[in-house]
C-alpha cells in the first residue's frame, strides 16, 4: 500500500514568511509523528497525534510552530514568522498508535529559510 | 535530559565482513528499540525493532538488547556496498512513543 507522502517536497521562504508543511500518513494509522532533522543530526521529535488531537507537543521549539490533524489523518505543520535556523527537513511518520509502535517515516520535506 | 549516544564514524569495513553498530541510551525507562538505516538525502528506513533483552535476528541483521547496561547494537552479516549509510539508533522514552535517536553512525562498506 501507500506509504506516508509529504508536501512539499522542497520548500524556499524568505525570514519572516509563514510556511505550512503537509503529511498523509498511511491508511488506517491512528498515530502521527512530526521530527526535525538538521545536517549531520539525528531526526529531533516536534509532536504526536493520537487521532485528532496533539498527545504531546512537548518537542516544538517555541510558539512559532503549530501542527493540526482536524479530521485524525492528514496533518499540517505551521510555521509562523520563519527563522533561518528553522530550516532543516521537516520528517512525518505515521504508526497505528501502539506503545511499542514502529514509526514510518515519509520523504520529508526540506524547508530553506532565506 | 534523555540522550541516545552513537559513534558517528565512519565505520569503513570490506565487503563479506560484519559490521557492529553500537548505541547506548541515558533513560533507564525506555521501552522500545529501533535501527533506521538512511540513505544520504533520504528518510529513515526502519530495519529492525527489539523490546526484550538478548538478541534478535532477520536476515543479515541482529538487534541485541542489554537494558542493564543500557546498550543496544546492530549486527550487520556479509556487509554489501549497498549497506553503506548512516544507521540511526532510536529508542522510546518512558511515557510512550515519541522516538529519541541518536546521531547516527555512519557505514562504508568497500569492495
Known amino acids: 500500500g501507500a506509504g506516508v507522502s509529504q508536501t512539499p517536497s522542497n520548500k524556499v521562504t524568505e525570514k519572516g514568511k509563514y510556511v505550512e508543511l503537509r503529511c498523509d500518513p498511511i491508511s488506517g494509522h491512528t498515530a502521527l509523528y512530526w521530527y526535525r532533522q538538521s545536517l549531520g543530526q539525528g531526526p529531533e521529535f516536534l509532536i504526536y497525534f493520537q487521532g485528532t488531537g496533539a498527545a504531546d507537543d512537548s518537542g516544538l521549539p517555541n510558539d512559532r510552530f503549530f501542527a493540526v490533524r482536524p479530521e485524525g489523518s492528514v496533518s499540517t505543520l505551521k510555521i509562523q514568522r520563519t527563522e533561518r535556523g528553522d530550516s532543516a527537513v521537516y520528517l512525518c511518520a505515521s504508526g497505528e498508535g501502539l506503545s511499542t509502535d514502529t514509526q514510518y517515516f515519509g520523504p520529508g520535506t526540506r524547508l530553506t529559510v532565506l | 535530559q534523555k540522550e541516545v549516544e552513537q559513534n558517528s564514524g565512519p565505520l569503513s569495513v570490506p565487503e563479506g565482513a560484519i559490521a557492529s553498530l553500537n548505541c547506548t541510551y541515558s533513560?533507564?525507562?525506555?521501552?522500545?528499540f529501533f535501527w533506521y538505516r538512511q540513505y544520504s538525502g533520504k528518510s529513515p528506513e526502519l530495519i529492525m525493532f527489539i523490546y526484550s533483552n538478548g538478541d534478535k535476528e532477520d536476515g543479515r541483521f541482529t538487534a541485541q538488547l542489554n537494558k542493564a547496561s543500557q546498550y543496544v547494537s546492530l549486527l550487520i552479516r556479509d556487509s554489501q556496498p549497498s549497506d553503506s549509510a548512516t544507521y540511526l539508533c532510536?529508542?522510546?522514552?518512558?511515557?510512550?512513543?515519541?522516538?529519541?535517536f541518536g546521531k547516527g553512525t555512519t557505514l562504508s562498506v568497500s569492495s
Open positions: 533513560d533507564r525507562g525506555s521501552q522500545s
Open positions: 532510536a529508542v522510546t522514552g518512558q511515557a510512550g512513543t515519541a522516538l529519541i
